[in-house]
Every structure is written in C-alpha cells, then in structure tokens.
C-alpha cells in the first residue's frame, strides 16, 4: 500500500509574524531549523505578495523572508483564473482603492491550484486566524467554501509531530 505523498502547506503573513512572535528563534532554533527544512523541501510556500507584505514591516521576519526567496512563488495562470473566481465570490475581501499588498486571496488560490493539479498530496493553509461567523470573509472561511484544509502554526508542528525532548 502506498504512503500518502507529504502534506504541502501554503502558508499567511500572518502565520509567519506569529512565528517571530510567539517562537522566538533564539529560544526555538530547533523548531526554526524544521521550518526551514520544511522550506528546503518545497514543503512550505507562499505567494510572493506574502513577502510584499512583510516587506512593508522591514523587521527580522522580512530579513529572514528574503534569505528563504524560494518558499515564495509567482501566481502562474491558473492561480490567476482562481484567483478572480475567488474575488468575484467575495467582492468584499479586498479593498481595490489601496495600493497596499494583500496576500489572503493569493494564499488561498495557490494552496487551491496546487491541490487541483496534484490531487495526491493535500495542501493546507496555514494561518492565524480563525474561523469567523457565517458571511464573515477570513481565510479558513474561504478555505472551508473551497474545501480546503485550514489551520494555524501550531497545527502544522503537531501535524508534521515536532516534539523536541526538554533539557
């Protein structure tokens, strides 16, 4: 019987400041290391408007980003196509009057795209937010209309079963 393939997980700005915030690197190393190989393996993807968006914070996080340029990817032509379906199902979720870079959308049509090519591996978002009430328009919202898998970056460390011995 075949293994099933290694999740994919496409993961939000947010997901990534919650990390700085909540793990920093110089108490969590080990756990930085395994987000890297994550990394490494193509296992971890954003969108290039993720780095957009943390570029305009120019903290550590950006710093560390751009040192990791190959987890962030350009929206190919399908994206784009799912893209508009997504926005054109939930005209609300990004204000086009601003010129500031919103990823969520992007973040989601990506993780859709690849799960439609490659119906072997799942692809996941990887997120900080929750689910919202009915109507609201927040990643896991979108992602459960799609049916895609959603979760937050502690659910990542359990899923891919991170646990590292205490000293």
């Not at 700085?20 to 930085?32: E, N």
């Not at 994206?79 to 500031?100: E, H, M, N, Y």
């Not at 993780?111 to 799942?122: E, F, Y």
């Amino acid at each position: 019987m075949a293994s099933e393939p290694p999740a994919i997980y496409c993961i939000d700005t947010s997901a990534l400041i919650d990390l700085r915030r909540r793990y920093p690197r110089k108490v969590f190393g080990a756990l930085w290391t395994k987000v890297e190989e994550l990394i490494a393996a193509g296992r971890l993807i954003a969108p290039r408007e993720v780095l957009r968006e943390l570029e305009r914070g120019d903290d550590e996080m950006y710093q560390w980003a751009k040192k990791h340029r190959a987890m962030f990817v350009d929206l190919d032509h399908d994206q784009q196509t799912l893209l508009k379906g997504i926005l054109a199902a939930f005209p609300s979720w990004v204000d086009t009057a601003t010129d500031r870079p919103v990823a969520d959308p992007m973040v989601v049509a990506l993780a859709r795209s690849r799960t439609l090519a490659d119906a072997g591996a799942s692809r996941i978002v990887v997120s900080h937010e929750i689910l919202g009430g009915k109507g609201a328009t927040k990643i896991p919202n979108v992602c459960q209309q799609y049916g895609i898998e959603h979760m937050q970056l502690v659910e990542l460390f359990e899923k891919e079963d991170w646990s590292f011995p205490r000293a």
